[in-house]
């Protein structure tokens, strides 16, 4: 296992949690990474990403609720998610594409999936 994903749950709706992808495996230190979301009966899609120098960008249904960050030692990537809604119920994948893991290599990591459930 290259990417250690926790911290899914089940929280009311305005709650809050805070996802955690880790590397572990073969991985040393992440540069980069993504965050993905899929709902049942709908596709896979991106909710937020980091890039090398820490620029970050969002999906706008969660843009000002939730926020990604990775910790100084580039081990760990959060997702902080606020103000959650029922409509963010999803199972969330982190993603590690290649260029952004150390030591480098060709495969596309994902963490295996955290449940997130928000109730009305």
């Known amino acids: 296992v290259q990417l250690q994903a926790s911290g899914g749950g089940l929280v009311q709706a305005g709650g809050s949690l805070r996802l955690s992808c880790a590397a572990s495996g073969s991985i040393d230190r992440i540069y980069a990474m993504a965050w993905y979301r899929q709902a049942p009966g709908k596709q896979r899609e991106l909710v937020a990403r980091?890039?090398?120098?820490?620029?970050?960008d969002y999906a706008d249904s969660v843009k000002g609720r939730f926020t990604i960050s990775r910790d100084n030692a580039k081990t760990t990537v959060y997702l902080q998610m606020n103000s959650l809604k029922p409509e963010d119920t999803a199972v969330y994948y982190c993603?590690?594409?290649?260029?952004?893991?150390?030591?480098?290599?060709?495969?596309?990591?994902w963490g295996k999936g955290t449940q997130v459930t928000v109730s009305s």
């Open positions: 993603n590690a594409p290649p260029g952004s893991y150390f030591p480098p290599g060709g495969m596309s990591y």
């Open positions: 980091i890039n090398s120098s820490g620029s970050t």
